[in-house]
């Protein structure tokens, strides 16, 4: 009996104020510098977004070599490990560190481990008149306290970069826990953009007028003033990752 493929399915969706990426859709990209690596570009301004999400999947002879010209890079461990040396100073990465890498910085990671996973986030940098572009930051997430979010205690918020404290930072990257049956008390709608990826779990996403059902390793992008709601299925907490660009004038003064 023949097996038929159905290579015409694809449960990615990519609409004019969001997008579920699920992967199965991924073709490799080349970015000058990073060599021996696969890159999916799952987020770019080709599809109306104003920042990069990038997946990267590295071997021991993989190489990621660059300089932050305009665009600041967030690097985060999904899993694996590696080494990376920024301002002249070499670090071990494990899963769940990440990497604050601003404007004006040489970068080089190497000795990853084989199938070490990277999400990466890029941002043009807003340079904002009385603040000093950011230092580099590297850290692991377990060191970040997580704190209630709208007081409900099974809604859990990690945030990453210090960009509540400190208005030289025109990004944030957040870990976002609920814990099972959890959901967002309202519909967001905000001048925020996001993009993220799911780390674990899964649940029900509303983007606009739509829903979705979402799972580990999906990612999304929400335009500006998209309506959006999750709640968390099943039996372990569901957790992302995301971005959001934050502290800037939302017009130019």
Same mark, same amino acid.
């Given at each position: 009996?023949?097996?038929?493929?159905?290579?015409?399915?694809?449960?990615?969706?990519?609409?004019?104020?969001?997008?579920?990426?699920?992967?199965?859709?991924?073709?490799?990209?080349?970015?000058?510098?990073?060599?021996?690596?696969?890159?999916?570009?799952?987020?770019?301004?080709? +599809?109306?977004?104003?920042?990069?999400?990038?997946?990267?999947?590295?071997?021991?002879?993989?190489?990621?070599?660059?300089?932050?010209?305009?665009?600041?890079?967030?690097?985060?461990?999904?899993?694996?490990?590696?080494?990376?040396?920024?301002?002249?100073?070499?670090?071990? *990465?494990?899963?769940?560190?990440?990497?604050?890498?601003?404007?004006?910085?040489?970068?080089?990671?190497?000795?990853?481990?084989?199938?070490?996973?990277? *999400?990466?986030?890029?941002?043009?940098y807003e340079f904002l008149e009385g603040y000093k572009i950011p230092d580099v930051i590297v850290a692991n997430?377990?060191?970040?306290?997580?704190?209630?979010?709208?007081?409900?205690?099974?809604?859990? +918020?990690?945030?990453?970069?210090?960009?509540?404290?400190?208005?030289?930072?025109?990004?944030?990257?957040?870990?976002?826990?609920?814990?099972?049956?959890?959901?967002?008390?309202?519909?967001?709608?905000?001048? +925020?953009?996001?993009?993220?990826?799911?780390?674990?779990?899964?649940?029900?996403?509303?983007?606009?007028?739509?829903?979705?059902?979402?799972?580990?390793?999906?990612?999304?992008? +929400?335009?500006?003033?998209?309506?959006?709601?999750?709640?968390?299925?099943?039996?372990?907490?569901?957790?992302?990752?995301?971005?959001?660009?934050?502290?800037?004038?939302?017009?130019?003064?």
């Amino acid at each position: 009996m023949n097996k038929i493929k159905l290579t015409a399915i694809s449960t990615t969706v990519v609409e004019r104020d969001h997008a579920v990426i699920t992967g199965d859709g991924f073709v490799n990209s080349a970015i000058p510098g990073w060599t021996n690596c696969e890159v999916n570009v799952v987020i770019n301004e080709a +599809m109306g977004a104003k920042f990069c999400q990038l997946l990267v999947t590295l071997n021991k002879a993989t190489v990621l070599k660059g300089t932050t010209e305009a665009t600041q890079i967030f690097f985060y461990v999904i899993d694996g490990s590696s080494e990376v040396i920024v301002d002249g100073k070499t670090h071990q *990465l494990t899963q769940g560190s990440y990497v604050y890498i601003p404007v004006n910085k040489n970068y080089e990671f190497k000795n990853a481990s084989e199938n070490t996973k990277f *999400l990466t986030f890029h941002k043009t940098y807003e340079f904002l008149e009385g603040y000093k572009i950011p230092d580099v930051i590297v850290a692991n997430q377990s060191t970040v306290n997580q704190n209630i979010y709208c007081d409900d205690p099974d809604l859990l +918020m990690q945030n990453l970069l210090p960009d509540q404290d400190n208005f030289s930072f025109d990004m944030a990257v957040n870990i976002f826990t609920y814990n099972p049956g959890a959901n967002l008390p309202f519909v967001e709608t905000h001048i +925020m953009e996001h993009g993220l990826i799911y780390l674990q779990g899964q649940g029900i996403y509303r983007l606009a007028d739509k829903w979705y059902p979402i799972k580990k390793g999906d990612s999304i992008w +929400m335009a500006p003033y998209c309506p959006q709601w999750f709640g968390a299925l099943g039996k372990e907490p569901a957790v992302y990752i995301y971005y959001k660009n934050v502290n800037r004038f939302p017009i130019k003064p």
